[in-house]
């Protein structure tokens, strides 16, 4: 009997311990961390204040050791009826009610300290209610809080709500052994606090480098900042209260953010199903609760889906923030079967995401920090998206998120509150120095205008009627130092050499072949005092205009746009590089004109256009396919002589169909050389901002602000397939898997089915060898790597192989395993002879130094 009282017993006690264990909460398996530092102040309340999580709150009294302060009131409200923010860090309601009972009025400048045990990452959590008074309204209290002298929390802060709580989330990495928050009132203000945590939090909660948008970089030294959470989502879950995270954390469930509910699956699975890898993730990141549900992609109905699942949140422009993603896949059935990218406010985050291969498993919890820069953010707002790749062959098209955090990066100064750093006196004295200085800038600029217009005076007419600002505003270059020199007239007579034109006007040309100078006034007589009705073309730079010179001469004339992004940078690099440049397949400047603070260009007319026009989108006939090859190896020959030919490789920058222009008997020349730039011979790559059009750019360009001359044989190969397709490059009408041309492309060339998509005016008069030997040259061309990309010339190579397989196909029995009788094709060089400046690839190739000039007419879409 004893024996069987023994065993109940037991049995009794871990009846007992189950349902103790069972009721605790949902995340019992959760190991709770304990802060070395713990500093909880209920602010004016005369009793500790306990709440559901466990936490205890001290009383005024049991905490005023760590308030310096001259004067101060207390006011307590025994019941009050206050909402919490919509603020998605906000704490539960049933907590902010407790804590905002009370509070402690400040009207002076107050401290709180309190001594750190373990330096690192900190909570600084803040509660904030204007509670009644008879004396002080608090709803009109206007006050600064800053952490000592290094960051500014808030600057200038009021809480003109009266029903809600405004709760402010901090994390900061402490480094000394007392921690100071301070009040400040503004003058003839006072200041308020409810509640106040200053609380450890574990160091792998945040690592000192993440990666940035676009991807492929690397943002560094985030140990160095502060930061305040703005969002803390639970997506497609409830939420997340203090009592069931393991920092004292709320998440909040994200159907208020999500700005495409429509395409929104709710899944979710036990917490108990949810595993953390070794390394990475883990209870701290976040707890379990909210990797075990997800928002996923519903079901379309459609044969293709092809969308994004879009949260949309505002947030304060003008400083950068850490976006956190949080992952798990709870939704597939086997290892890699969902592939999806994210972005975050439309730049590329990660793509081709596989959950199941970075841990080879599922149900695992994955997470990634992203550091979006200030001026990535438009009106306000952060917008993270997941949607299916393009690229990847998967099951299902498919997409998840399970979490998401959206918190601000202090700014240089270390504020997170307006632009004023801690040390306010001190950023008042860099603002004053920065109007000293400013102002005697002005000063000088003043001087030097005098200066110039005294020299203006002294000057010859001829050059005074010119009225030309180049002289003195365009940087002078090495081995350029004649380029609209503002040396004396004496100097000048040695620069240009004069002599009349045509048509009786003078005309000054640069010894190194900077072209014709043009009055203000001939170029208005050709263009008829640029009468809308004659132009041509739009771009980047300004309007295209039709011009007659009074010899007849027709002429594509680029006036400069003062409102355009493109200027005097532009306008010099045009004329410079022009100047040095003469090929078969390059367009030629006539001349240039910069009276009257303008920057024209004058070419010779393109009567054909840019081949664009040839493609889609007019009314132009179609093109044939031997015309499009020979168009394509034209530009490439032109390409290939900007790369090897001059004398230091040039590097195009805006390679597409509107800067290949045709001549009356469809000869293609390459324009537009404004964005150019010179390659570097010693690293091999340009570190230059990246400039170009959208759809062309090469990403490895993109992602490492890199230039090489790779950059343009990607460019290059986009060409080829918008020739071989006859659509635009970006579609944002067609479905998602359509809109990027070269994505598409390779997709259907992957499938060996590139036939499917040929430009049906051509489809069936392509030769099947000419067809493969094109597209095999496309596709090395969008190699994601630059060094993976072929060359120019072997570029070249094969399209020129592709032409003869195409002209030998008319012929009986000849095909490309019968090319005995074509024309043996030498690989052109990749570097010109020492001592040549150009490269002969065949007879049309060859500089013509004396040819006629070439010009540029273009229907642009601008850059």
């Not at 530092?37 to 905490?63: A, E």
């Not at 997800?294 to 379309?300: E, G, N, P, R, T």
């Not at 007019?618 to 499009?628: A, E, F, H, M």
Request: proline share 4%; with cysteine.
């Amino acid at each position: 009997m004893g024996e069987e009282n023994h065993t109940l017993l037991i049995l009794f006690l871990l009846l007992l311990l189950s349902n103790f264990n069972f009721g605790k909460s949902s995340n019992s398996s959760e190991v709770a961390f304990t802060p070395p530092d713990n500093y909880l102040i209920d602010c004016g309340s005369s009793q500790d204040t306990k709440l559901d999580d466990g936490r205890i709150f001290k009383s005024d009294s049991s905490s005023r050791s760590y308030l310096e302060t001259n004067v101060e009131v207390e006011v307590s409200v025994d019941s009050i009826l206050v909402n919490t923010t919509s603020n998605s860090s906000s704490p539960s309601s049933a907590s902010a009610l407790l804590l905002c009972r009370s509070a402690r009025i400040l009207t002076s400048d107050s401290k709180y300290s309190v001594h750190i045990s373990s330096p690192g990452w900190h909570w600084v959590r803040l509660y904030f209610y204007p509670l009644p008074h008879l004396k002080y309204n608090l709803t009109s209290a206007v006050f600064s809080v800053t952490t000592g002298d290094e960051f500014v929390l808030l600057h200038e802060f009021s809480v003109r709500e009266t029903t809600s709580v405004v709760f402010k989330e901090y994390l900061l990495n402490v480094t000394s052994e007392t921690f100071s928050l301070i009040f400040k009132p503004n003058q003839q203000s006072y200041a308020f606090i409810n509640a106040i945590e200053i609380v450890s939090a574990p160091d792998s909660l945040l690592s000192d480098s993440a990666s940035t948008v676009p991807q492929g970089g690397t943002f560094s030294g985030l140990f160095n900042y502060a930061f305040e959470v703005f969002y803390r989502l639970n997506v497609g879950g409830p939420i997340i209260t203090p009592k069931n995270d393991t920092l004292s954390r709320t998440w909040l469930p994200d159907t208020e953010y999500n700005a495409f509910p429509q395409g929104v699956q709710n899944v979710s699975v036990s917490p108990g199903a949810i595993k953390y890898p070794q390394h990475g993730a883990n209870t701290y990141i976040a707890p379990r609760l909210v990797y075990a549900s997800a928002d996923q992609m519903a079901d379309s109905d459609t044969e293709s889906q092809n969308f994004n699942l879009t949260w949309e949140m505002s947030v304060d422009p003008g400083f950068s923030y850490l976006i956190r993603t949080h992952f798990c896949d709870i939704v597939s059935k086997s290892l890699n079967d969902i592939y999806f990218n994210v972005y975050i406010n439309g730049l590329i985050g990660v793509s081709s995401l596989d959950l199941s291969s970075i841990n080879n498993a599922l149900s695992t919890a994955y997470y990634m920090d992203f550091v979006l820069n200030a001026s990535s953010i438009q009106n306000g707002t952060v917008a993270v998206q997941v949607g299916p790749t393009t690229t990847v062959q998967s099951g299902q098209p498919n997409a998840i998120l399970n979490g998401l955090e959206v918190i601000k990066i202090s700014n240089k100064l270390g504020s997170l509150d307006g632009l004023l750093g801690a040390k306010g006196s001190q950023g008042m004295s860099i603002m004053k120095i920065v109007a000293v200085v400013g102002l005697g800038m002005g000063l000088t600029a003043m001087v030097l205008l005098a200066m110039v217009f005294i020299r203006w005076q002294k000057r010859p007419n001829d050059w005074q009627k010119r009225k030309s600002f180049s002289s003195w505003l365009l940087p002078l270059h090495t081995n350029q130092s004649t380029f609209l020199s503002s040396k004396s007239s004496s100097r000048r007579s040695s620069i240009f050499g004069s002599r009349k034109s045509k048509s009786g006007h003078s005309g000054y040309f640069n010894n190194q072949g900077l072209g014709r100078y043009f009055t203000f006034s001939e170029l208005q007589n050709a263009t008829l005092n640029f009468d809308e009705k004659t132009v041509i073309g739009v771009g980047g730079f300004g309007k295209v205009y039709f011009g007659e010179l009074e010899d007849g001469t027709k002429t594509a004339i680029k006036r400069g746009n003062p409102s355009s992004q493109q200027g005097i940078n532009e306008f010099q690099t045009e004329i410079q590089m022009l100047s040095k440049l003469r090929h078969r397949h390059l367009v030629s400047l006539i001349g240039f004109s910069d009276e009257r603070s303008e920057m024209i260009l004058v070419y010779e007319y393109m009567a054909n256009g840019p081949l664009r026009d040839h493609l889609y989108g007019s009314n132009q006939p179609p093109l044939s396919w031997k015309q499009r090859l020979e168009i394509c190896i034209g530009a490439a020959r032109g390409l290939h002589y900007l790369h090897t030919g001059a004398a230091q490789g040039i590097i195009h920058r805006d390679v597409k169909t509107t800067n290949i222009l045709l001549d009356e008997n469809f000869v293609a020349k390459v324009s537009d050389f404004g964005l150019s730039k010179a390659a570097s011979m010693e690293q091999g790559y340009v570190s230059t901002a990246v400039k170009g059009s959208f759809g062309y750019l090469d990403p490895e360009y993109f992602r490492k602000q890199q230039l090489t001359e790779k950059s343009d044989v990607y460019s290059f190969g986009v060409v080829l397939f918008e020739v071989l397709c006859a659509r635009p490059v970006i579609n944002p009408a067609l479905p998602r898997d359509q809109v990027n041309l070269a994505e598409w492309a390779m997709q259907w060339y992957r499938k060996g089915m590139i036939d499917k998509i040929i430009d049906p005016q051509i489809a069936g008069t392509i030769n099947p060898g000419s067809l493969k030997k094109y597209v095999e040259a496309a596709e090395k061309c969008l190699a994601e790597y630059g060094v993976d990309r072929p060359g120019m010339g072997d570029v070249l190579w094969n399209l020129e192989y592709a032409l003869q397989l195409q002209e030998a196909s008319s012929q009986p029995d000849i095909s490309e395993d019968k090319s005995t009788n074509l024309i043996a094709l030498k690989k052109p060089s990749r570097r010109a002879p020492e001592g040549e400046s150009a490269v002969s690839i065949s007879d049309d190739s060859e500089v013509t130094l004396d040819s006629p000039m070439f010009s540029e007419l273009g229907n642009f879409q601008g850059r």
